[in-house]
């Protein structure tokens, strides 16, 4: 596999590439420094397999170096990697298509298990620190009949199923997908539905 490696500290990035080494199989590592030489790296490997990105990085900062990574490699998962493990941060890098984030204050087996999530198709959101902010910081902004309304959104279903697994009209589920759409400060449900996973509103 190949590893695209995005962070200004040469001392983490040894860090990174030591630890993926760990992985079964033969593995390939690119490093880059900034957005801008991710940006390149991209363009000289067509195959990469994976990219660690730093949200601070000299220039353009990683949550914008996502978009344009996305449409560079939109095949390409992109996992996040931030000292700042705010839910706010961690649900606009899944809005704008990140497929994992992973603080680095992590363990080293947390990442690793993160990592293996990703790798296998899923998409992995910290447990501890974003449940504990998104209870304090988002979920207060919702009531009881949202986030259940938001859960079942966020597993596809349409407005008349939310309404028969719910108990209540139609129209009374649209009133509250548009109370949804203004707390959470998106656009449409496919947003929605993604600030329910950072907010762990996608079990059962």
Do not use: W
Request: hydrophobic share 50%.
């Amino acid at each position: 596999m190949k590893f695209l490696l995005v962070d200004d500290h040469a001392l983490l990035r040894h860090g990174l590439l030591l630890m993926l080494g760990k992985l079964p199989g033969e593995h390939e590592f690119i490093e880059a420094e900034s957005c801008e030489a991710a940006f390149a790296a991209t363009a000289d490997h067509a195959d990469i397999d994976l990219v660690l990105l730093d949200l601070v990085l000299p220039g353009m900062n990683g949550l914008d170096g996502l978009l344009r990574l996305r449409q560079l490699r939109p095949s390409v998962p992109v996992v996040l990697l931030s000292a700042n493990d705010s839910s706010h941060i961690i649900i606009e890098g899944l809005q704008r298509g990140a497929r994992g984030f992973i603080p680095k204050s992590s363990s080293p087996d947390m990442m690793m298990a993160a990592l293996r999530v990703v790798l296998a198709g899923g998409t992995y959101v910290p447990p501890l620190g974003l449940a504990r902010r998104a209870e304090t910081e988002d979920r207060r902004a919702l009531t009881t009949r949202q986030r259940e309304v938001l859960a079942l959104l966020a597993r596809n279903r349409s407005n008349k199923e939310i309404a028969d697994a719910l108990g209540m009209r139609v129209n009374t589920v649209r009133v509250h997908v548009a109370a949804i759409l203004k707390a959470l400060d998106v656009e449409n449900r496919n947003d929605a539905a993604r600030a329910a996973l950072g907010l762990g509103l996608t079990g059962p």
